[in-house]
């Protein structure tokens, strides 16, 4: 478990590194912005790489109980998910009316793909891992807003909004057949 969490440690360390702007500021001015775009990079990798070692670790270990997620709860996830991977898709879409609504589409995907998580998976693994994305989540959402980062103009339904529900929908789709695969857990 101790992988798992240098991971988070290191990955979400450096995502909210990125918040404090003063801080940022400085590296970037003392590192330049090449390399710092290296090391924050390099540090991410990293940290990504822990947190899969880690997860699988644990995961090859038994999971460690905390709560049984009730099966009404499935549904609910699956709709999140959906969600969550719309909201991912508008993050890199031409501006439309989902990414302006969302004002940040990254941030509400990870937030949906947590919470959609947390919902279903009742081990102590889970909870620290999926807890602490939607935490640094809502954080960051928190710093942006504070920063003044209005995020996306709203604006009318373009060929954005089309691009987001067809891709998002169509990498949801894929989650079926993907998940097992990669993550070793089917879906339902």
């Given amino acids: 478990m101790s992988i798992l969490i240098a991971g988070l ?25 090449g390399p710092y775009k290296g090391l ?11 947190i899969v070692w ?9 999971y460690i ?18 969600f969550a991977f719309v909201a991912l898709a508008a993050a890199y879409s031409p501006a439309g009316k989902i990414k302006g609504v969302l004002r940040h589409p990254m941030l509400v995907a ?6 959609a998580h947390l919902l279903v998976n009742g081990d102590l693994g889970s909870l620290i891992l999926f807890s602490a994305f939607l935490a640094w989540a809502v954080y960051d959402r928190i710093a942006v ?24 929908s169509a990498a949801y789709a894929a989650m079926f057949w993907l998940h097992p695969w990669l993550i070793g857990v089917p879906i339902a």
């Avoid at 924050?40 to 822990?50: I, M, T």
């Avoid at 880690?54 to 038994?62: L, N, Q």
């Avoid at 990870?110 to 919470?115: C, E, M, S, T």
């Fill in 9 to 33: 440690v290191l990955f979400l360390g450096v995502h909210t590194f990125t918040t404090l702007r003063d801080a940022r500021a400085t590296a970037i001015g003392r590192l330049g912005g």
């Fill in 40 to 50: 924050y990079s390099l540090v991410s990798a990293a940290g990504l790489v822990l």
């Fill in 54 to 62: 880690g997860f699988g670790r644990y995961r090859s270990g038994g």
């Fill in 65 to 82: 109980a905390v709560w049984d997620p009730p099966q009404v709860l499935h549904p609910v996830a699956l709709v999140l998910m959906w």
């Fill in 110 to 115: 990870i937030k949906a793909w947590a919470l």
């Fill in 145 to 168: 807003k504070r920063r003044g980062d209005a995020g996306a103009p709203s604006s009318g339904v373009t060929a954005g909004d089309a691009v987001s529900l067809v891709v998002g």
